[in-house]
């Protein structure tokens, strides 16, 4: 008996902040903080270091600030975007980030950066939590959806219970409430073994 492989195309989609970008760096910066990278943070809405009134203003300077956006680091190794392009060329790759807060400016923005730190292309779309089990449920018409690798809690939930593969991007952050049967990875080079390698 011959097993018929699938004749769609691999696909995998990864968030951008907190996942390949140190969005939090930059805000603690921006609010006045002393720098804390993404690895640093407990609480995601800032409670613990802002008053709400101070967390609110800081992220309303950074709309439309396409300072603030470009000027972000990576929080992924030069070795680990070599893997990322290297899987990239036998597989969809789709950046989906919840970038609304800046407005029209986001795609280019966001396209400008993986750009400039040397990502792969890929398609990017600017997607929330809701919109992003959407998206890939629909995309898995027409892809085999490998990895999605998103860090916020929510939306990683959200995409595990419409039974797609997300794994969680494990920080101080979102680990609270994690159990075993939880797909957790430390990494980006952790997620593309786990999901091409089985690692
Ligand atoms: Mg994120």
Excluded: H
Excluded at 56 to 65: D, G, L, P, Q, V
Excluded at 102 to 117: H, P, V
């Amino acid at each position: 008996m011959t097993i018929q492989k699938s004749s769609k195309p691999d696909l995998i989609a990864i968030d951008v902040d907190g996942v390949l970008c140190d969005y939090a760096l930059g805000f603690s910066k921006l609010a006045g903080l002393d720098p804390i990278s993404t690895g640093a943070v407990r609480k995601w809405d800032w409670s613990d270091r802002l008053r709400r009134t101070r967390f609110f203003e800081a992220r309303a300077a950074t709309e439309n600030a396409a300072d603030f956006w470009s000027g972000l680091l990576p929080l992924t190794s030069i070795g680990e975007r070599d893997m990322l392009a290297d899987v990239a060329k036998r597989c969809a790759l789709f950046y989906l980030t919840d970038r609304s807060v800046i407005g029209r400016e986001a795609l280019a923005l966001t396209t400008k950066w993986l750009f400039f730190w040397g990502f792969p292309q890929g398609s990017v779309m600017i997607l929330d939590k809701d919109r992003k089990v959407s998206t890939l449920t629909t995309l898995r018409e027409e892809y085999v959806i490998r990895g999605v690798l998103e860090d916020n809690l929510e939306t990683y939930r959200l995409m595990r219970k419409a039974d797609l593969p997300c794994y969680l991007r494990r920080w101080p952050y979102n680990t609270a409430s994690l159990t075993p049967d939880d797909w957790v990875v430390g990494s980006l080079a952790e997620f593309i073994c786990r999901v091409f390698y089985n690692y």
